[in-house]
């Protein structure tokens, strides 16, 4: 089964500077981080701030879950970091 993102939920973490998501292969949760920088590369405009990070990541979703598998299938260990060479 691939990796899919039927949750819709996303968290600003504080102390990382990122945002937070989840990913599913088959009944595992994986857990994905986006960094500031990669969320300001593919949206220039975001504010640095909670409200900003959040609603670059609202915006362009398909493309981090997309980066987000990527990620996933070079790797598949715990939890996963995107960062901005991540979203080219």
């Not at 981090?64 to 299938?73: D, E, M, N, R, T």
Request: proline share 5%.
């Amino acid at each position: 089964m691939a990796l899919n993102f039927p949750n819709q939920s996303r968290s600003y973490d504080a102390r990382q500077h990122c945002v937070r998501f989840w990913g599913y292969d088959a009944s595992l949760e994986i857990p994905f981080f986006v960094e500031a920088d990669a969320l300001c590369r593919i949206e220039p405009r975001a504010a640095r701030d909670e409200p900003g990070l959040l609603a670059a990541f609202d915006l362009h979703r398909n493309r981090i879950c997309q980066a987000a598998g990527k990620v996933y299938s070079r790797h598949r260990r715990g939890s996963y970091t995107l960062a901005a060479a991540d979203m080219a």
